[in-house]
């Protein structure tokens, strides 16, 4: 019982990992995609938008791989409680 309840919550914590990996990966192609808007950028107002934009994008990108890293439990913890004393 223990161990379907352990493997149910390994389960949800990769399909809430997978939901977040989606968008972190999207933000990845456009981080890439701003430094070519910037260089072909002319006016430095738009030129200082783009920067905003990808210190932004960036920065949301790490607060959701740290949802992600956090979300799937650890894989020997199961081990551990089935051989307590």
């Given at each position: 019982?223990?161990?379907d309840?352990?493997?149910?919550?390994?389960?949800?914590?990769?399909?809430?990992?997978?939901?977040?990996?989606?968008?972190?990966?999207d933000?990845?192609?456009?981080?890439?995609?701003?430094?070519?808007?910037?260089?072909?950028?002319?006016?430095?107002?738009?030129?200082?938008?783009?920067?905003?934009?990808?210190?932004?994008?960036?920065?949301?990108?790490c607060?959701?791989?740290?949802?992600?890293?956090?979300?799937v439990?650890?894989?020997?913890?199961?081990?551990?409680?089935?051989?307590?004393?």
């Open positions: 019982m223990f161990v309840l352990w493997n149910m919550r390994q389960n949800q914590g990769h399909d809430a990992r997978a939901m977040i990996a989606a968008p972190v990966n933000m990845g192609s456009q981080i890439h995609a701003w430094p070519d808007k910037i260089i072909s950028a002319i006016r430095p107002s738009v030129i200082s938008a783009c920067e905003a934009r990808r210190e932004a994008l960036g920065r949301q990108s607060v959701l791989i740290g949802q992600a890293r956090k979300v439990p650890v894989q020997g913890g199961m081990g551990r409680l089935t051989n307590m004393p």
